[in-house]
């Protein structure tokens, strides 16, 4: 056994972890059947077996020379196990649950599935982009409280989202974000919850990545100590820099939470050299900074960043915020990359209680979001996934409704933590979709695309 020279693996297996003797690595139920995927040997024929969760003997749904199957004429609603078996080869058991969703799965993992336990059991994190070669690449990491957190799945499609397969996994990366520098494609991520801040990149598409660098070293945020806090957030290149938000904390440390940053880069250096890297001190949320806020105290939530460029020329990290119906606005220092992000003032954002990501539209000038859209400021919940927009950043509006989930209990449903991007007339995004049985709105058991058609017209 030699050491570790990579950081993609293809798939990852934990020593004396049992993955099975085939790897089923993508599961897309829909209301009457389970698509489930697999690593074939070439010319291998393979046997795929069922059964309704914990009824009666396994059957065989079919076999097949290739690495897909679909099991039909399944009950709407309901849970089943499958396996795949070629001789004396035999996958784990896995579990799917039918019943409809929307947009196309690109992954899904059932919330009693433990096959993922040794990072976790919930998909978080999506990430999506248009790779240059012409096909889409999604990714999304495994969670669960108590658990390391550290891997991350890769998915492509080349039928322009229709259709998805599996690529390769990266361990260890958490709340990562593969994104495009130069036509070349990276990744950047931290090792698990509050660790190290990691670079790498890939030459062929995503099957491959080099050995990740450390950009900043973490902790693990367990005890109260504090590390990297980030998500899957756009880059923006502005004046020369290459620009992305991060923030400094853990939420079990109580005298602050998390602190605003932001990171950039050189455009024309080197990614994957750490004194390239620039990182503004962190700054801790105050109550001086604007009155509405007194009595707040000093664990205030002010997480996941997105960096825009104002109308103003201001260049701005909009962030997440725990007070009722605002997002938090920061303004970077375009002159000193080291210099503390500067309190600017409050936005009125009715979605403010879940991650989101602003861009600007390369054609009209306008600024959108995909984001998990908030009713009752009293009682927020994640089952509307909504369009809106704005042409200063201050005054937002709705466009339209994407997902609405607002006929099932809060607790259930969840569209939340969309990366988007802008392609011709279409808006394109991943979403991190809880329902059909979640564990709870928030640990989601779907990654799913979708496709807005023709946005300036809505």
């Known amino acids: 056994m030699k050491g570790c020279t990579t950081w993609s693996y293809h798939p990852y297996k934990p020593l004396l972890w049992n993955t099975g003797d085939i790897y089923v690595c993508r599961l897309a139920p829909g209301a009457d059947y389970i698509h489930l995927e697999w690593l074939a040997e070439p010319g291998t024929e393979y046997a795929i077996y069922y059964r309704k969760r914990d009824e009666g003997a396994f059957v065989l749904s079919g076999t097949v020379t290739g690495s897909g199957w679909d099991i039909t004429g399944l009950e709407d609603v309901t849970d089943y196990e499958l396996y795949v078996q070629t001789g004396e080869k035999k996958s784990r058991v896995r579990l799917a649950r039918t019943g409809l969703v929307p947009g196309t799965v690109v992954n899904y993992l059932h919330p009693d599935d433990d096959v993922y336990s040794f990072s976790g059991r919930y998909l ?35 039928d322009d989202g229709k259709t998805w397969h599996y690529v390769s996994e990266l361990m260890p990366c958490f709340w990562g974000k593969l994104f495009l520098h130069k036509d070349e494609l990276y990744m950047l991520s931290c090792s698990t919850e509050y660790g190290d801040l990691l670079i790498g990149k890939s030459t062929d598409g995503g099957k491959t990545f080099s050995a990740p660098v450390t950009l900043l070293r973490g902790a693990n945020g367990k005890n109260g100590s504090v590390g990297v806090h980030k998500n899957p957030e756009n880059f923006l290149i502005h004046n020369g820099r290459l620009y992305q938000s991060l923030e400094w904390g853990a939420w079990a440390n109580k005298d602050y939470c998390h602190a605003a940053m932001v990171m950039s880069c050189a455009v024309d250096d080197d990614l994957l050299d750490p004194a390239n890297w620039h990182f503004t001190e962190p700054v801790k949320f105050d109550e001086s900074f604007d009155p509405r806020l007194a009595g707040l105290g000093t664990c205030v939530m002010m997480i996941e960043g997105t960096v825009v460029l104002a109308p103003d020329g201001r260049l701005l990290n909009i962030m997440r915020f725990g007070y009722p119906g605002h997002a938090i606005a920061f303004e970077i220092n375009q002159d000193d990359p080291d210099a503390p992000l500067a309190f600017s003032h409050l936005i009125p954002f009715p979605a403010n209680k879940s991650k989101f990501m602003i861009k600007q539209d390369p054609v009209t000038g306008q600024f959108f979001s995909v984001a998990s859209y908030i009713e009752n400021p009293e009682k927020p919940d994640r089952r509307l996934m909504t369009l809106m927009r704005s042409g200063d950043l201050m005054n937002w509006e709705k466009v339209c409704d994407l997902l609405d989930g607002r006929a099932y209990d809060p607790q259930d449903v969840g569209f939340q933590y969309v990366d988007f991007f802008f392609e011709g007339n279409d808006i394109l995004y991943l979403c991190r979709t809880a329902m059909n049985k979640a564990h709870n709105y928030h640990d989601a058991n779907y990654s799913t695309f979708h496709r807005i058609e023709n946005f300036r017209s809505l």
């Open 124 to 158: 978080c994190s999506p990430s999506i982009l248009r790779h240059p070669e012409g096909f889409l690449l999604a990714s999304m990491d495994l969670f669960a409280g108590a658990h390391p957190q550290n891997l991350t799945l890769i998915f492509r499609s080349d």
